[in-house]
């Protein structure tokens, strides 16, 4: 028996799949000490993670750029604000002078600063948790010396349903339309980053799910309706058959609306 999962139309289209969950997580960070001589270098270490970042964020807004557009590629400018943001970089650079290590300085403001802006009552300055998460990520990930590359690994042809509680601005650039069709996560908005590109990079999704990685085990058969905002859950025959048949006439349609365009 299916089921229907609901959320928020965000990205319009339909697709037939296999469900992918993916725990897209800030790493955990374990408290380091370090002696009073270390300071200094721990400083140069946060500033040259922080760098790095930077020049990564750079070359994705470029990518975005190509790919999506100037508008969507702005998206990046608001990363690029966090990083050089002084008020961040002096409380973490305070913390490690207070004989913190640089990973878990950056590590404990930001988890302030996420925790600040989602409880903020302007829905704008709550959406700006999934860049902060971005950066979150993307830093730590560079002073624990972790891979930074595309988490999402799915065989080419799958179709996939990526399935996810959020996702950052870049991983959604990042994704491998070979294999992730649609997009579907717990949180979000149709104004969110993640609906944004998605729209633009014409991948169909559905946010503001709220439990579905929860409720799934991943593997799945669903069909994702990002007109509807739904996800159906293990389809009857009936259901695919009529999502198929919905996809082929969008086709025709989308066909028919660019030999007119050309005429």
Request: charged share 25%; net charge negative.
């Amino acid at each position: 028996m299916d089921s229907v999962l609901r959320g928020i139309p965000a990205s319009p289209g339909i697709v037939v799949g296999p469900v992918h969950l993916l725990k897209w997580e800030v790493p955990e960070v374990r408290q380091r000490l370090v002696g009073d001589d270390e300071i200094d270098s721990e400083i140069a270490r946060l500033r040259d993670a922080l760098e790095q970042a930077r020049v990564r964020l750079h070359h994705l807004r470029g990518r975005a750029e190509v790919q999506a557009g100037e508008e969507e590629a702005a998206i990046f400018d608001v990363q690029l604000t966090i990083l050089d943001d002084t008020e961040l970089v002096s409380r973490a650079e305070s913390l490690i002078r207070q004989n913190l290590g640089a990973e878990k300085a950056f590590d404990i403001v930001l988890l302030e600063w996420r925790q600040h802006f989602a409880r903020h009552t302007a829905p704008m300055l709550r959406e700006k948790v999934s860049d902060l998460t971005d950066v979150h990520i993307r830093v730590l990930s560079i002073l624990l010396g972790l891979a930074d590359h595309d988490p999402v690994d799915v065989p080419k042809g799958s179709n996939a349903i990526l399935v996810t509680n959020d996702l950052t601005p870049s991983l959604t650039l990042q994704l491998d339309r070979e294999c992730i069709a649609a997009i579907a996560t717990d949180a979000g908005t149709a104004t969110a980053h993640v609906a944004i590109l998605a729209r633009s990079l014409g991948i169909p999704a559905v946010v503001g799910l709220r439990n579905a990685v929860a409720y799934l085990k991943g593997g799945e058969q669903a069909i994702l309706d990002g007109n509807e905002g739904t996800l159906i859950v293990a389809p009857s025959e009936g259901d695919v058959a009529a999502a198929h048949a919905r996809i082929e006439h969008e086709a025709g349609r989308a066909d028919e609306i660019r030999a007119l365009a050309l005429s």
